[in-house]
């Protein structure tokens, strides 16, 4: 008996070895022609066997692909389509760096970071203190995601100015929305969606009590 751990080692496992022997043989093959007639009936084989949707348009193509992967590229027969090279199949994709972007400020993140980056490089002017004012009220919703007990504006001051590099300075005159006022705010966008998901979803049919049949016959007291 011979195990499968002793035979050639299976290139394309989703077509599995009995498709890898056609291979072998179509490339025993002497005569071209019957080799490219070959070939065809083994790309119908393993059309079935493919997981892939024929409507797709490279279909056909990945299969052609495959059978010249399974040979090594080493079948030599006339192709429909471009025959494939081993470098640019085998080769490896290009490194993918990661970001190095540090986000300094986690309760606020990444996007509040590059608009205070942003803002700093504008000229002062009315415009950029309504902004201010503007980032500073949403830093102070976002900081209630994380700490939902009360948040100081001097707090908020504090960490706009790090966040600036002392670029950008919130007047202390200007006093930003309660905490009370902005969770109420949210609990009220909250209820809100949820209505309106109420309201989205289609009504299911109530479904109708069957009643039951009561048998036709009455008991009839014997003793009366």
Same mark, same amino acid.
Request: proline residues 5%; aromatic residues 8%; charged residues 35%.
């Given at each position: 008996?011979?195990?499968?751990?002793?035979?050639?080692?299976?290139?394309?496992?989703?077509?599995?070895?009995?498709?890898?022997?056609?291979?072998?043989?179509?490339?025993?093959?002497?005569?071209?022609?019957?080799?490219?007639?070959?070939?065809?009936?083994?790309?119908?084989?393993?059309?079935?066997?493919?997981?892939?949707?024929?409507?797709t348009a490279d279909f056909w193509q990945k299969l052609w692909d495959e059978l010249f992967v399974i040979s090594d590229y080493r079948l030599d027969i006339d192709s429909p389509f471009?025959?494939?090279?081993?470098?640019?199949?085998?080769?490896?994709?290009?490194?993918?760096?990661?970001?190095?972007?540090? %986000?300094?400020?986690?309760?606020?993140?990444?996007?509040?970071?590059?608009? %205070?980056?942003?803002?700093?490089?504008?000229?002062?002017?009315?415009?950029?203190?309504?902004?201010?004012?503007?980032?500073?009220?949403?830093?102070?919703?976002?900081?209630?995601?994380?700490?939902?007990?009360?948040?100081?504006?001097?707090?908020?001051?504090?960490?706009?100015?790090?966040?600036?590099?002392?670029?950008?300075?919130?007047?202390?005159?200007?006093?930003?929305?309660?905490?009370?006022?902005?969770?109420?705010?949210?609990?009220?966008?909250?209820?809100?969606?949820?209505?309106?998901?109420?309201?989205?979803?289609?009504?299911?049919?109530?479904?109708?009590?069957?009643?039951?049949?009561?048998?036709?016959?009455?008991?009839?007291?014997?003793? %009366?």
């Amino acid at each position: 008996m011979e195990y499968n751990t002793a035979k050639k080692k299976i290139i394309t496992k989703e077509y599995g070895r009995n498709i890898q022997q056609m291979v072998e043989y179509l490339m025993s093959i002497q005569d071209r022609d019957l080799r490219n007639q070959q070939a065809k009936s083994v790309i119908r084989t393993m059309a079935c066997l493919s997981n892939g949707s024929k409507k797709t348009a490279d279909f056909w193509q990945k299969l052609w692909d495959e059978l010249f992967v399974i040979s090594d590229y080493r079948l030599d027969i006339d192709s429909p389509f471009p025959i494939p090279a081993k470098k640019d199949v085998v080769s490896k994709p290009n490194h993918i760096n990661y970001p190095d972007h540090r %986000i300094h400020a986690p309760a606020y993140g990444k996007n509040i970071e590059k608009c %205070i980056h942003q803002l700093a490089t504008e000229a002062d002017s009315p415009k950029k203190e309504n902004t201010i004012k503007e980032i500073a009220t949403y830093m102070k919703i976002l900081y209630l995601n994380y700490n939902r007990d009360s948040v100081s504006d001097d707090l908020i001051r504090d960490h706009l100015h790090l966040l600036s590099k002392g670029k950008l300075e919130l007047d202390k005159e200007v006093v930003l929305p309660s905490t009370k006022s902005l969770l109420a705010k949210e609990e009220e966008a909250d209820a809100g969606k949820k209505k309106f998901k109420a309201q989205a979803k289609p009504a299911q049919p109530s479904k109708k009590k069957k009643k039951k049949k009561k048998n036709g016959y009455k008991f009839q007291n014997p003793m %009366i």
